[in-house]
């Protein structure tokens, strides 16, 4: 089924660059970095070279060997980019041939077909199904190994995305404005999309793939179009809500911004929604690939509306947030579609909704509690949000006394988040969504689902510890590389560090959560999600005074290491088995121990080495991350190699 995508992508894509490298007097020259088309000609390139890698289409006899294919698409794409820009010199294109166009263009073909080589080796069974009946040697590592390997390529265009934005768009007001407009459709992702009803729902759906495979289909159907038309209808009033609001209020430029950027982006809402429920019927089915690949697509949509927007047609940098937008938009109904198109082995859509009464009925059972626990925990990002807005949507002050964050205090927090969502997108989350359905089946083996739970734990604090240390280490120059100079480094590695500090919360938060859904019991995250919700707003109305945006990001930690804390102990005595077992504490030992010595040879190496921020950030990487795995291998952790193969 990948390959099948990627062959139509790949096609698509060839005619869109060709198209694209041969329009008449196409010039891309304004922008912050010397000779950007020389840029845009690598990456453009190299994904050409990573879609038809992916295609399989040389990898045909002898070519099928896993040095001989490579070689093959390095060989046709060198040969491809040289015909290329060859054609370019006919005079009536009003182009030209130049021989640094094509040596940026053979470079990115070479940079393409290394990353088709490095996520062939990171997901060599990407698809391989899930066995839902397996009560030993589980296999949910390999899925989260998956997981993580495609959501390593996502993240990294993320970050690109992010750089280019922040290059464009700095820490100024207009970028505020529009991250604060991208916390609604996100926030309403979160929580219904891959929240309350993914909650609900998935565990429903396994069981029924498990013991009633019939009505699967009929189940999956009645909550798509549900969640479609439901979420439709609250897009549709929400656009009416703020057109009045605007029209009513005549706000400040700024606000103005934030409700055209929030209308264009709501119809984002459904689609993404809808997306997330069926990237978690691709997870039941055992298939990982195609949900974690879709923010890709988002990203992708991201960078070309800026680039265009700016450096082709030169519009102002309000207009230009506006673009990107409507590139959100796009990109919604990009991934609806992807996701669809991989679910379809899987799932025959029907209007039949015979048998499922009881499988609903028990859905939204649990919908509610699971609605009221994530709806506190998305509440709590909203408030951060509108904490982190208010000068770009209100004003300076409030009840008349100065406000203490500014106008870039909402593009510094997004900056930071964006950051130290990196390593637990990656690897926290995907631990928690690939053990999520196992559980959900085993819900009902006690000793197989604990057994379960206890090395996702292990496996979740193995990666997640050394992750939060390190960050803590490179927050500086990591937020320099990615960013550069205009984006308030600062600010921004200052709000990155106490974000940083609680990594390995954030990643058992969502394990925890997870282990509660999979047994039906939505009520008790629920509670304890309020908790942390008021723990988190005293602490941020309380720790903005003296720290601004930073204090923000340590309410926002603390929160976590408490719920979490919370979670774990309620867990505990809910479950008739020993969760946390001498060997799930050895293994937490063992892994802080760890990260303590990656944060020592991290911190070491950069106050010794006087460099710039990616040579300097590189050298800490390598340090603090050598010195996890040296000491994970002296004291011979079967984390490691669970990290490493494709089960445990």
Request: hydrophobic share 60%.
């Amino acid at each position: 089924m990948i390959r099948a995508l990627a062959r139509w992508a790949f096609a698509a894509y060839a005619i869109l660059l060709f198209t694209l490298t041969h329009w008449p007097a196409l010039r891309i020259d304004r922008a912050p970095i010397d000779r950007p088309d020389l840029w845009i000609h690598s990456a453009a390139f190299g994904l050409w070279a990573f879609l038809l890698g992916a295609s399989g289409w040389l990898a045909r006899g002898r070519l099928r060997t896993p040095i001989a294919h490579p070689l093959a698409v390095l060989g046709v794409g060198v040969l491809y980019a040289a015909i290329d820009e060859a054609l370019q010199a006919i005079p009536a294109l009003n182009r030209f041939a130049a021989f640094d166009d094509f040596a940026a263009n053979a470079a990115g073909i070479g940079v393409g077909v290394g990353a088709f080589v490095a996520a062939r080796w990171l997901f060599p069974s990407a698809g391989a199904p899930l066995d839902l009946g397996a009560t030993e040697n589980n296999r949910f590592a390999g899925h989260a190994r998956t997981f993580a390997g495609i959501t390593l390529l996502s993240r990294v265009s993320g970050l690109l995305r992010d750089a280019v934005c922040a290059r464009v768009f700095g820490a100024s007001a207009v970028w505020s404005a529009f991250v604060t407009a991208f916390i609604v459709p996100n926030l309403l992702r979160r929580l219904f999309g891959e929240g309350a009803l993914a909650a609900a729902f998935i565990p429903s759906y396994a069981q029924l793939i498990k013991h009633r495979p019939e009505l699967a289909p009929a189940l999956a159907s009645f909550t798509v179009a549900l969640l479609l038309v439901g979420l439709g209808a609250l897009a549709l009033i929400g656009e009416l809500v703020v057109f009045v609001a605007v029209t009513v209020l005549d706000p400040s430029d700024t606000a103005r911004l934030t409700a055209i950027c929030l209308m264009v982006m709501l119809p984002y809402m459904p689609l993404v929604c809808t997306t997330a429920i069926l990237g978690g019927m691709l997870q039941t089915h055992g298939r990982f690939a195609p949900h974690a690949a879709a923010p890709i697509i988002l990203n992708a949509c991201m960078i070309g509306a800026v680039s265009i927007a700016v450096f082709a047609l030169d519009l102002a940098l309000d207009q230009a947030a506006i673009a990107v937008a409507l590139g959100v938009l796009v990109a919604g109904a990009l991934q609806l579609a992807w996701c669809a198109a991989a679910l379809r082995p899987f799932v025959r859509w029907t209007e039949a909704l015979d048998g499922i009464a009881p499988a609903a009925r028990e859905t939204f059972r649990r919908f509610l509690p699971a609605m009221l626990g994530m709806g506190t925990l998305q509440l709590g990002v909203l408030i951060d949000g509108l904490i982190a807005g208010w000068p770009v949507t209100v004003g300076p002050t409030i009840a008349g006394v100065a406000y203490p964050l500014d106008e870039s205090a909402a593009a510094v927090l997004y900056y930071a988040s964006r950051l130290y969502q990196f390593p637990l997108g990656v690897f926290g989350i995907a631990v928690a969504t690939a053990v999520f359905p196992l559980l959900a089946s085993q819900a009902d083996d006690g000793a197989s689902y604990t057994e379960t739970l206890r090395r996702g734990i292990r496996l979740s604090l193995f990666i997640s510890m050394p992750a939060s240390a390190g960050l803590v280490a490179v927050a500086e120059p990591a937020a320099g590389v990615i960013y550069g100079a205009d984006a308030a480094i600062d600010r921004v590695a200052g709000t990155l560090r106490w974000y940083a500090m609680a990594v390995w919360a954030y990643s058992l938060n969502h394990l925890l959560t997870r282990a509660f859904f999979a047994r039906g019991d939505t009520r008790t995250p629920a509670v304890i999600g309020v908790g942390a919700v008021v723990l988190n707003l005293v602490l941020n109305l309380v720790l903005i005074w003296p720290m601004a945006e930073q204090g923000l990001a340590l309410a926002t930690a603390i929160g976590a290491m408490v719920q979490t804390g919370v979670l774990a102990v309620v867990l505990t005595t809910r479950t008739t088995e020993t969760i946390f077992d001498p060997g799930v504490y050895r293994s937490i030992a063992c892994s802080a121990a760890g990260a303590l010595a990656c944060l020592g040879a991290a911190w070491a190496v950069g106050a010794a080495l006087d460099l710039g921020w990616l040579p300097r950030l590189v050298a800490m990487v390598v340090a603090g991350g050598g010195a996890y795995v040296v000491l994970m291998l002296v004291a011979r952790r079967p984390e490691l190699g669970w990290a490493a193969r494709r089960s445990i």
